[in-house]
């Protein structure tokens, strides 16, 4: 997805290449799901001969300011991008069309052609962004409920620190949450909190002081860094996290994969894909997990980033068959976490075990005959009562008819010794 520093690099590209133009032409798709609430029709006429005099951002939403309203605003999703013809932006790498395909693309979603032949596309490969045409952008949803701005508007450090103590939600999802800050996004998340050495899962109030403000100061220099390089993330630092959360195949990341020469990375760093091999890639030799936080799948270091406290967050239980074939939502969890769970679930097997053995004591399982199917339905038991109980009934009568003959065959002996 991408987030603030694709967002910005998009709007900077705007400004510095597309302002004090007018819109000569817009081709507007037909997709309701992406155009939002306006018809490709008006859509097009309320640009037409339109100036572009400022583009805006808030998080990871963006908007052209027009020399008169409405304005077109983006929200980017899953995968949105904006491309400027002859003109190189940073694009959130899942995100990216490729220059060799036809233009403007046939994912886009809206094409502008400005007064001096320079043209821009919006596109969505995955069709989760929003476009819209809005009087105030800023005056409704989404930008309107959303929290500070992580680039401009980032609280103070005491602010910061004082905010976490009261908030009872880990970590991750908290950043995540776009109503406490905006523009931080998946990456960024896992980046910040891999720096800081903070588990994904603490509880946001368990956090020290010393903690809070390193987190501070670590989404402080990450967002201003990528942002700083236009989102080219083959400037970010080496040992970034970002270089090793997205495995595509076995093996050593190549150069093209992590954009930057595979020479500079030390032999012992070996990373495997995370779709086929859920667990297994390094970072200097540590290890990299991939859980569930905060809905989204989460790249930490558990010998780095530990679980403290008595009080911390949990990953959503799955077993661990599930865990190891589910590629998007893997799940795993610190040690330091499992502890208490472990030895519950130790406890609940070992009573579950004595019910059995108690409830085994008390009533044996009933043998299935020669002649029973596979199927059970419950009444064979029934059934094998029932010819039990005839059997005896038969050896009662067989008893009595042996009884009743002895005793006929005695009576008959005394009336015959009689005479």
């Known amino acids: 997805m991408p987030e603030l520093p694709e967002v910005e690099a998009a709007r900077r590209a705007i400004e510095t290449h597309c302002l004090g133009k007018k819109i000569k032409s817009s081709i507007v798709a037909d997709d309701p799901k992406v155009i939002d609430g ?38 980017f999703g899953m995968a949105g991008a904006l491309y400027i013809k002859g003109v190189a932006i940073a694009k959130y790498v899942r995100s990216a069309v490729n220059d060799t395909d036809e233009w403007p693309s046939k994912y886009s979603k809206l094409f502008m052609e400005l007064e001096d032949g320079l ?27 959303l929290g500070p ?40 998340a896992d980046e910040v909190l891999y720096q800081s050495r903070i588990h994904p899962l603490q509880h946001s109030f368990s956090l020290s002081k010393e903690s809070c403000e390193t987190l501070h100061k670590c989404i402080k220099e990450v967002v201003q860094y990528a942002v700083e390089v236009d989102a080219d993330s083959s400037c970010y630092p080496i040992e970034w996290l970002f270089h090793f959360r997205w495995g595509k195949r076995s093996g050593k990341v190549n150069a093209l994969e992590v954009g930057a020469d595979s020479s500079q990375f030390p032999s012992s760093w070996i990373f495997h894909s995370r779709e086929k091999k859920p667990g297994k890639a390094f970072v200097d030799g540590k290890k990299i997990d991939f859980i569930t936080a905060g809905g989204r799948t989460t790249a930490y270091v558990p010998e780095l980033q530990k679980l403290t406290g008595k009080k911390t967050g949990k990953a959503p239980s799955r077993s661990t068959k599930q865990s190891s074939d589910k590629d998007e939502n893997g799940d795993g969890e610190d ?22 053995s108690r409830g085994a004591a008390m009533k044996p399982p009933v043998k299935r005959s020669k002649e029973s199917g596979s199927d059970d339905d419950g009444d064979d038991g029934e059934e094998k009562k029932t010819t039990k109980m005839s059997k005896t009934q038969k050896t009662k009568v067989e008893t009595s008819q042996k009884k009743l003959k002895n005793s006929n065959t005695s009576a008959h002996l005394k009336k015959k010794a009689k005479k």
């Not at 939403?61 to 008169?68: A, G, R, V």
């Not at 103590?165 to 996004?185: F, N």
């Not at 499992?338 to 075990?353: C, H, R």
């Open 149 to 188: 701005d992580a680039l401009y508007e980032l609280m103070p450090v005491d602010e910061f620190a004082e905010s976490l103590s009261k908030k009872k939600i880990a970590i991750k999802a908290l950043l995540l949450d776009q109503s406490y800050i905006s523009g931080i996004g998946n990456w960024i």
């Open 119 to 145: 043209e821009l596309s919006f596109t969505d490969k995955r069709r989760f962004a929003k476009v819209r045409l809005l009087k105030d952008p800023k005056s409704v949803p989404p930008i309107s409920e």
């Open 38 to 75: 306006v018809s490709p029709s008006d859509f097009q006429a309320s640009l037409l001969g339109k100036t572009i005099v400022a583009a805006h951002r808030k998080g990871k939403n963006m908007w052209l300011e027009l020399d008169s309203p409405p304005f077109p605003s983006f929200q």
């Open 335 to 356: 040690e330091d976490e499992l502890g208490s769970n472990k030895e519950t679930t130790e406890k609940a097997k070992s009573k579950k075990g004595q019910k059995t």
